[in-house]
């Protein structure tokens, strides 16, 4: 468990279930109810966060062991299975971190024991305890709860008889109605909680503010466009990391267990098995509108947490039906089944260990701790907000300082509404930070900085009356330990390799940004190396062609040096990266080319043009239009892009 606050919504969790609050959309009420209890406990604040999920995941794993029970009569299938879902990869990194998936787990293994109880006994309590729990489940994570439930079709499918007879009395549907209503209510949570401390948008006051929240539509302009290629990537890796949960030692029993579970449980409770495990996979995988790049695909990999329960179900049938068929002592039969747990153990805990994660704890203390005394800090996005927001408010380190969200999101001081336009947004916050007696830094550099401090920047002479460039010893040691675990490999987590590499882009770009405009002479001894150790990674070279292309005209420069910088780069590009930062690479290339106006470079400035656009095919990447004023329209249309896709740029 890690002993410190984490990426993804860590610090968001802890600090609606520590101050009070809503969860973001669709609101996990069930979860933040349970969780602002459990805090309450005599334990350290964020161990007592991350209990709640071990807790919940204790639990679905007893709750699994009664459904294999059920299923196979055996006990020995049935503690198999529930052990090997507790060492499987994705179960077991979310049981030891806040989160909502192992109470989605837990809740979906309720309603589906019921409904395989009902299926073989028509009594109508299991049927009524099933719509109860499936309503709980919609009141956690109704997403996975839709997808998983494919596979209870089988089992409805399979007791058609018996349901349809009892669904036609008035009774059956009163009672089922009066049961469902009982497992949505924790979503009237959503609608009493009255000036939250936490939350994405404030209160919820009205119908329609409701079913915004509720089916997510706050997120509906962030969609991120994936292509073909990107769903064929996901199809790819989630073909290849399903049967990673059990290590590749798994992989012949699981396939195997799948084949058998039609002759051992039955036409239409194997079918059930592989609803669920396809309902919550690969269907999940075709809905979804992501990149198939590491951040995004870190943020994918605990979604089909459930499909996985099929997987390890799968592995303890293909086990028994291995086992049967060879006449060798029981000793080494349980000999083997140990080696192969012990291997499975021993493999996912190196993937899944935390306990020295300290990277996003790191960053959150070093900015609040390099603050002035009664600082105003604006942040943005999850990994700024939970991190620094959880020390800030739930830690209560620096309580001198004061955050803000610049858009008006999640904290409940909000100096606009999360609906204000941008324009006025800006007004607004632009006349505050010309009013306010205080020093007022970002994170990200916007509405006219004046001091750039590497992690976040300075906008009156009360934050630095002197330097337009600041270099903070804590920081520069911090990013020293961030640049020697990135190239030592010493990272493991795809969210804090990912978060790494943003911090040294934009650390080196505030070291080329000082050289252009002073001198890289006037970098002390340390610096120099520094910059240069940077420079040797991939993102160390492209934040110094953002200094270059961002901040300056680039007839400055010498145009053979920076091709050569881009050269390096791209000999570097790994296919993780994010689709943005290649694309930038492309298009960097490009205007590097078109600056040289040489008319032997146009046919391969035009073509990193097409490729910076066919790596991030969306209209907000610069490529677009660049491409449209030096491309032809038969280039266009031959490279697939209508007149369309360019109506921005005429």
């Given at each position: ?452 401090y590497g992690l976040y920047y300075g906008y009156s002479s009360l934050s630095n009356p002197q330097a337009r460039y600041v270099f903070i010893p804590e920081v ?76 300056e005209p680039i007839e400055r420069f010498d145009t053979v040096a920076i091709l050569s910088l881009i050269h390096a780069a791209v000999a570097q590009i790994e ?76």
């Amino acid at each position: 468990m890690p002993l410190s606050i984490t990426l993804e919504d860590a610090g968001l969790f802890q600090m609606v279930c520590h101050l009070g609050g809503l969860s973001h959309p669709p609101g996990y009420p069930l979860f933040t109810t349970f969780c602002q209890s459990f805090v309450l406990l005599p334990l350290q604040k964020l161990i007592a966060g991350n209990l709640v999920s071990v807790l919940f995941a204790l639990c679905a794993l007893l709750v699994l062991y009664q459904v294999v029970l059920s299923l196979t009569q055996d006990t020995s299938a049935a503690l198999l299975a529930m052990i090997l879902y507790g060492l499987s990869v994705t179960f077991w990194s979310q049981a030891i971190i806040i989160e909502v998936y192992s109470l989605a787990v837990l809740l979906f293994l309720v309603s589906f024991l019921c409904l395989v109880s009902y299926t073989k006994t028509h009594r109508l309590r299991y049927f009524y305890l099933w719509i109860f729990f499936s309503g709980l489940s919609l009141s956690n994570h109704w997403p996975l709860f839709i997808l998983s439930s494919i596979g209870c079709l089988f089992l409805l499918y399979e007791s058609r008889r018996a349901w349809i007879a009892q669904i036609r009395r008035p009774l059956t549907w009163a009672i089922s109605l009066a049961m469902l209503t009982a497992g949505l209510s924790p979503y009237a949570v959503l609608i009493l909680t009255k000036q939250p401390e936490i939350s994405l948008v404030g209160s919820i006051d009205s119908g329609e503010a409701f079913l915004d929240y509720v089916f997510r539509r706050y997120y509906s302009d962030t969609q991120l466009g994936s292509t073909a290629s990107d769903k064929l990537g996901f199809l790819g890796w989630m073909s290849s990391y399903s049967f990673q949960q059990l290590t590749w030692v798994g992989l012949p029993f699981v396939l195997w267990g799948l084949l058998r579970s039609f002759s051992t449980l039955g036409r239409n409770y194997a079918l059930s098995l592989v609803g669920v495990f396809v309902g919550s996979s690969f269907l999940l995988v075709l809905l979804i509108d992501f990149k198939f790049e590491s951040r995004l695909l870190a943020s994918f990999k605990p979604y089909p947490i459930i499909a996985y329960m099929a997987i390890a179900i799968w592995f303890a049938l293909g086990w028994r039906d291995f086992v049967s068929r060879f006449d060798i002592a029981k000793i080494y039969k349980v000999l083997l089944l140990l080696a192969i747990i012990l291997m499975i153990s021993v493999t996912n805990f190196q993937k899944v260990d935390r306990s020295t994660m300290n990277i996003a704890d790191q960053y959150g203390r070093v900015v609040l701790n390099s603050m002035p005394k009664d600082a105003i800090l604006f942040l943005h996005g999850d990994v700024q907000v939970g991190p620094i927001g959880y020390l800030n408010r739930v830690e209560q380190l620096r309580p001198d300082v004061t955050l803000y969200n610049w858009n008006g999101l999640v904290f409940s001081n909000r100096l606009v509404s999360a609906q204000t336009p941008m324009k006025s947004r800006d007004e607004i916050i632009t006349e505050f930070l010309l009013t306010t007696d205080r020093p007022v830094f970002s994170i990200d550099g916007r509405l006219n900085v004046t001091t750039n401090y590497g992690l976040y920047y300075g906008y009156s002479s009360l934050s630095n009356p002197q330097a337009r460039y600041v270099f903070i010893p804590e920081v520069e040691l911090f990013i020293d330990g961030l640049l020697a675990s990135l190239l030592n490999n010493e990272i493991r987590d795809t969210h804090e390799i990912v978060f790494t590499q943003q911090l040294i882009r934009i650390y080196a770009q505030l070291y080329a940004d000082f050289s252009i405009n002073y001198g890289s002479g006037r970098l002390s001894q340390s610096q120099q190396a520094r910059f240069a150790a940077m420079q040797e990674t991939f993102q160390g070279k492209l934040g110094t062609l953002d200094a270059v292309f961002l901040r300056e005209p680039i007839e400055r420069f010498d145009t053979v040096a920076i091709l050569s910088l881009i050269h390096a780069a791209v000999a570097q590009i790994e296919p993780q990266f994010s689709k943005r930062s290649i694309a930038s690479l492309y298009q960097y290339h490009a205007d590097t080319l078109k600056l040289m106006s040489n008319p032997t470079n146009r046919e391969e400035m035009t073509a990193l043009y097409l490729n910076s656009i066919e790596v991030m095919p969306t209209r907000t990447n610069p490529s677009t239009c660049k491409y449209f004023a030096v491309s032809s329209e038969s280039e266009r249309l031959a490279a697939g892009y209508p007149s369309s896709f360019f109506r921005e740029c005429h």
